[in-house]
């Protein structure tokens, strides 16, 4: 078979002297013709240098990727303790080297060239796994809220996956009728080739698929930071925090990233000139999580904070209770919903909060309309634009300038496939089982329109997440955290000990650049705190 070629960087070519550095840490031998060097559902696989021969990998039996000399195998799972999504097989004797996954860790902490080069490549390799539909089968209604869940969930935690839609795709029956599974049991999820789980919780999805679970601690045990939400604040004080030597717990409800995971590109974020996702900005940041020896749970949804013997006890839905000496509260904002009667009946089947890859490929050659004027808007408008017949931006206000940055704006302005309609609000939507058309007010002259559209995002600012906290935490009159008051470090609430960062915090810049300084600031406060 013919290799690959490499069009996006993800896979790099070790050169003979790399090799051999390399095979310091592990060891050369023979392949045979038709050998599994790695199965689909294989945990803590070794890593392999293709050294002589070809190796094919595979996804659901098919060759995606041919891999000859000096290419390595291995994928983003690897490095976060996630399964293999694919199988790699040699198609001829040749040779490879073989290196433990423990040693590839040491590998990796002491060849900085190489750590970075398996980092850039893995990351890339995942995006490609997204955009072809491999890893986890979900075969679910379009018209189903737990089909909506798992593939949000999915697309969140950057897990690849293939949608088999039970209203259109002929493939949802007959995989359904060999499995032995009406109808009305679905969604089900269908991953590493036989393993089934019906309507599986977002906990229970992200046990079997390598998410990071929350350590079994006993209230007992006290740590020194508990980090509440894992988006960009959470995960710098994660980092930080772990770096410093505390020991760092790390919880989110839903997925690592925050707001910022679903980000197609963040363009103005330092140190990134092309840009970069805000999934790969979180996976970077997971990665020195695990590095530094914080311990991450996703998903964990926290319920109550509670004041005992100078500690803190943070509290789960599942039961469980995690005491620390510090907390840090980064539990950000939820996107706010559009006031237009009959909005739940849309939302999941043509109404959308975020716009990532799997959204993009629902789209495809459709017209799209997005309602909200700040970045997030601007960013997906400028994302779609590449997939969707045409992008409609409606704004409330008379000029994108007013909450939305200068560099967004250049590049809407000359994109001929996003339309911007200002003065326009959302007043109506309309479709029978799903959304088939949008109409909007026109706040100069009252006047009505309708568009057709399957499918509209909503970008419209976001209400914080602060329920949870049950009024033992001082909030302003919007609900945001107050910090720094009286006494009260910076960024320290009415809790000794308890801080506030990112979108969550009153007054906060709602930036990604300024959340992740603030959370690494709160680190430093939580170290005088805890030398009181």
Same mark, same amino acid.
């Given at each position: 078979?013919?290799?690959?070629?490499?069009? #996006? %960087?993800?896979?790099?070519?070790?050169?003979?002297?790399?090799?051999?550095?390399?095979?310091?840490?592990?060891?050369?031998?023979?392949?045979?013709?038709?050998?599994? @060097?790695?199965?689909?559902?294989?945990?803590?696989?070794?890593?392999?240098?293709? *050294?002589?021969?070809?190796?094919?990998?595979?996804?659901?039996?098919?060759?995606?990727?041919?891999?000859?000399?000096?290419?390595?195998?291995?994928?983003?799972?690897?490095?976060?303790?996630?399964?293999?999504?694919?199988?790699?097989?040699?198609?001829?004797?040749?040779?490879?080297?073989?290196?433990?996954?423990?040693? @590839?860790?040491?590998?990796?902490?002491?060849?900085?060239?190489?750590?970075?080069?398996?980092?850039?490549?893995?990351?890339?390799?995942?995006?490609?796994?997204?955009?072809?539909?491999?890893?986890?089968?979900?075969?679910?209604?379009?018209?189903?809220?737990?089909?909506?869940?798992?593939?949000?969930?999915?697309?969140?935690?950057?897990?690849?996956?293939?949608?088999?839609?039970?209203?259109?795709?002929?493939?949802? $029956?007959?995989?359904?009728?060999? &499995?032995?599974?009406?109808?009305?049991?679905?969604?089900?999820?269908?991953?590493?080739?036989?393993?089934?789980?019906?309507?599986?919780?977002?906990?229970?999805?992200?046990?079997? *698929?390598?998410?990071?679970?929350?350590?079994?601690?006993?209230? $007992?045990?006290?740590?020194?930071?508990?980090?509440?939400?894992?988006?960009?604040?959470?995960?710098?004080?994660?980092?930080?925090?772990?770096?410093?030597?505390?020991?760092?717990?790390?919880?989110?409800?839903?997925?690592?990233? %925050?707001?910022?995971?679903?980000?197609?590109?963040?363009?103005?974020?330092?140190?990134?000139?092309?840009?970069?996702?805000?999934?790969? &900005?979180?996976?970077?940041?997971?990665?020195?999580?695990?590095?530094?020896?914080?311990?991450?749970?996703?998903?964990?949804?926290?319920?109550?904070?509670?004041?005992?013997?100078?500690?803190?006890?943070?509290?789960?839905?599942?039961?469980?209770?995690?005491?620390?000496?510090?907390?840090?509260?980064?539990?950000?904002?939820?996107?706010?919903?559009?006031?237009?009667?009959?909005?739940?009946?849309?939302?999941?089947?043509?109404?959308?909060?975020?716009?990532?890859?799997?959204?993009?490929?629902?789209?495809?050659?459709?017209?799209?309309?997005?309602?909200?004027?700040?970045?997030?808007?601007?960013?997906?408008?400028?994302?779609?634009?590449?997939?969707?017949?045409?992008?409609? &931006?409606?704004?409330?206000?008379?000029?994108?300038?007013?909450?939305?940055?200068?560099?967004?704006?250049?590049?809407?302005?000359?994109?001929?496939?996003? $339309?911007?309609?200002? #003065?326009?609000?959302?007043? $109506?939507?309309?479709?029978?089982?799903?959304?088939?058309?949008?109409?909007?007010?026109?706040?100069?002259?009252?006047?009505?329109?309708?568009?057709? *559209?399957?499918?509209?995002?909503?970008?419209?600012?976001?209400?914080?997440?602060?329920?949870?906290?049950?009024?033992?935490?001082?909030?302003?009159?919007?609900?945001?955290?107050?910090?720094?008051?009286?006494?009260?470090?910076?960024?320290?609430?009415? @809790?000794?000990?308890?801080?506030?960062?990112?979108?969550?915090?009153?007054?906060?810049?709602?930036?990604?650049?300024?959340?992740?300084?603030?959370?690494?600031?709160?680190?430093? @406060?939580?170290?005088? #705190?805890?030398?009181?």
């Amino acid at each position: 078979m013919q290799e690959t070629p490499d069009l #996006h %960087g993800a896979y790099p070519r070790l050169d003979a002297g790399e090799i051999d550095r390399l095979a310091e840490y592990g060891t050369r031998r023979p392949t045979r013709s038709d050998e599994t @060097l790695v199965r689909e559902g294989d945990h803590d696989y070794d890593f392999y240098v293709v *050294t002589a021969g070809t190796v094919a990998v595979l996804e659901s039996g098919e060759v995606i990727r041919v891999h000859g000399r000096g290419r390595f195998i291995g994928e983003l799972g690897q490095l976060t303790g996630q399964p293999a999504f694919f199988t790699a097989v040699a198609q001829e004797p040749g040779e490879v080297v073989q290196v433990p996954i423990a040693l @590839l860790r040491e590998l990796i902490a002491a060849e900085p060239w190489f750590g970075d080069m398996v980092l850039r490549a893995y990351l890339v390799r995942r995006s490609l796994l997204i955009e072809l539909g491999a890893g986890l089968r979900i075969i679910g209604s379009r018209f189903s809220t737990d089909t909506r869940r798992l593939r949000d969930f999915a697309a969140r935690n950057r897990l690849p996956y293939r949608w088999i839609d039970l209203e259109e795709d002929r493939e949802a $029956e007959s995989l359904l009728c060999q &499995l032995g599974i009406p109808p009305h049991d679905t969604p089900v999820v269908i991953l590493f080739g036989d393993q089934v789980l019906r309507n599986p919780s977002n906990a229970e999805l992200a046990l079997v *698929t390598g998410l990071p679970v929350p350590d079994q601690t006993t209230e $007992e045990e006290v740590c020194d930071l508990i980090v509440v939400g894992a988006g960009p604040a959470g995960l710098a004080a994660a980092v930080y925090g772990a770096s410093e030597g505390l020991d760092t717990i790390l919880f989110d409800a839903i997925a690592t990233g %925050g707001q910022a995971g679903t980000s197609s590109r963040i363009e103005n974020y330092l140190g990134f000139p092309g840009g970069i996702s805000g999934g790969e &900005l979180a996976e970077r940041a997971v990665i020195q999580c695990r590095k530094f020896g914080a311990r991450l749970g996703v998903p964990v949804e926290t319920t109550a904070l509670e004041s005992n013997d100078g500690s803190y006890a943070v509290r789960r839905a599942d039961g469980g209770c995690v005491r620390a000496r510090s907390v840090v509260i980064a539990t950000g904002a939820r996107y706010r919903r559009l006031a237009v009667p009959g909005l739940d009946r849309f939302e999941g089947q043509g109404v959308y909060y975020a716009a990532t890859e799997v959204e993009a490929r629902a789209c495809r050659k459709r017209p799209v309309a997005i309602v909200g004027g700040g970045n997030s808007a601007g960013q997906a408008a400028l994302f779609l634009s590449g997939h969707a017949a045409v992008v409609r &931006l409606f704004i409330r206000g008379g000029d994108l300038a007013e909450s939305m940055s200068r560099y967004l704006i250049d590049r809407i302005e000359r994109n001929k496939a996003v $339309e911007v309609y200002l #003065h326009t609000q959302v007043c $109506e939507l309309l479709g029978d089982r799903a959304l088939e058309k949008i109409v909007v007010l026109d706040g100069r002259t009252g006047g009505r329109r309708a568009f057709e *559209t399957n499918d509209l995002f909503v970008f419209i600012g976001a209400d914080p997440c602060v329920a949870w906290l049950a009024g033992n935490v001082d909030l302003d009159e919007k609900g945001y955290v107050r910090t720094g008051h009286g006494d009260a470090l910076p960024l320290e609430t009415n @809790l000794a000990g308890v801080f506030a960062v990112g979108d969550v915090r009153s007054g906060s810049v709602k930036r990604v650049a300024s959340a992740v300084g603030e959370g690494s600031m709160a680190v430093r @406060l939580v170290h005088e #705190h805890l030398a009181r």
